[in-house]
Structures are given as C-alpha cells and as structure tokens.
T-cell receptor
Framework: NAGVTQTPKFQVLKTGQSMTLQCAQD?????MYWYRQDPGMGLRLIYY???????DKGEVPNGYNVSRLNKREFSLRLESAAPSQTSVYFC?????????FGPGTRLTVT | QQPVQSPQAVILREGEDAVINCSSSKALYSVHWYRQKHGEAPVFLMILLKGGEQKGHEKISASFNEKKQQSSLYLTASQLSYSGTYFC????????????FGSGTQLTVLP
C-alpha cells in the first residue's frame, strides 16, 4: 500500500501560469480532500469530495478547481496562479474516522 | 469557524506532562487530533465522538466536553519523539465529514 501519493513534490510557477496537482490513494477510500497550509498556520480546506462523482467547496476555494477523476484520484487545478497561492498543499483521504495525508506539494508562485 | 487552540507553544523536559486545549463555538460531532513534524504530513492521533466514543493510539489520551464544545489532549511522561505541532480538527454536526483545523500548538520536548 502506497497510501496517499501526490505529484509533484515541488513546483515553482510564474504569476498567471496554470498547473494541476495530482493526488491518488490506493486504500479504497470514499472521501478525499485538498488543503493548503501556510507558514505557522493550520490546514485550510480548499475542496473536498465526499464520494466519487461529487465535489464541494471548502473554506478557501477561490482560484482553484478540482476533478474527482475516479475513486482513486482527485486533482487540484490552479488556472492562473497568484503569489497568494504560494503554500504547501496536502491531499487527504478518509474512509471512516482517520484522515490519511499525502506528503504534500510545496508550491511557490513568483 | 476555526477552533481555538491553547497554548500556542509549550516547551517541556523529557518526562513532564502537557495539556493542549481546543474549543469551538459550534456544536460538534467529533474532535480529531493530529501531530505534524517539521516538513512532514500530519498524522492521526485520536478521534473523540459525540456520545463518548474514542478511537486512537494507546499512549495518547484526550477528553471531549460536549456541553462546552471543548477538547483536551493529555501528553504524559513526554518523550523526545512527542515534539511537533499538534492540531485539533473539529467536525460539526451536518458538515458532511469536513474538518476545520485549529492553528496548532508547537510542542518541544528537551532532553
């Protein structure tokens, strides 16, 4: 079991560029989540997917879109990156109680 | 609305005890506790459910006061490996499995 995997691990973008962060889990979990974590702060929910085929906005969805491609994969897209989106992005999945987090993607927007 | 954690930081010597608190202004279904080491992903420690059920690691204990919407995490006889940032995540009634995390408590255990 690889658990939750994320690609890429690091990315530098210029303002206005677009990119997609990939997340996959092999635990057959129904729910998947995207968070961002800024220095010295907690995790803020961007989008989540309670089950395959559904997605909903979290606390900070502006500037992002998501796709739940299938039960395993949940991607996060930045259409036009802004410096305010510089952060560490974590994907997570959950079956019952515990959320399992991926290793994170460190994104810098210059 | 983000739960409030206290203290923001605590420094201990090995073997000492610590308590981390988490409070919410909303009615909660559950409280989760996670630990994050520097540069790593958060790791699940415990969940406390409305009604008293708890699930988590054996060496970690916590409480959930449903009337006050407050939870406390108890770290006893702390070890060097306990160092990290502790986050509580609250799940509100009817929130469809969303967690809202506090801003964290940085715990440092010194030898």
């Amino acid at each position: 079991n690889a658990g939750v995997t994320q690609t890429p691990k690091f990315q530098v973008l210029k303002t206005g560029q677009s990119m997609t962060l990939q997340c996959a889990q092999d635990m057959n979990h129904n729910s998947m989540y995207w968070y961002r974590q800024d220095p010295g702060m907690g995790l803020r929910l961007i989008y989540y997917s309670a089950s395959e085929g559904t997605t909903d906005k979290g606390e900070v969805p502006n500037g992002y879109n998501v796709s739940r491609l299938n039960k395993r994969e949940f991607s996060l897209r930045l259409e036009s990156a802004a410096p305010s989106q510089t952060s560490v992005y974590f994907c997570a999945s959950r079956l019952s109680y515990e959320q399992y987090f991926g290793p994170g993607t460190r994104l810098t927007v210059t | 609305q983000q739960p409030v954690q206290s203290p923001q930081a605590v420094i201990l010597r090995e073997g000492e005890d610590a308590v981390i608190n988490c409070s919410s202004s909303k009615a909660l279904y559950s409280v989760h506790w996670y630990r994050q080491k520097h540069g790593e992903a958060p790791v699940f420690l415990m969940i406390l459910l409305k009604g008293g059920e708890q699930k988590g690691h054996e060496k970690i204990s916590a409480s959930f006061n449903e009337k006050k919407q407050q939870s406390s995490l108890y770290l006893t006889a702390s070890q060097l490996s306990y160092s990290g940032t502790y986050f509580c995540g609250t799940e509100r009634l009817g929130s469809a499995r969303q967690l809202t995390f506090g801003s964290g408590t940085q715990l440092t255990v010194l030898p």
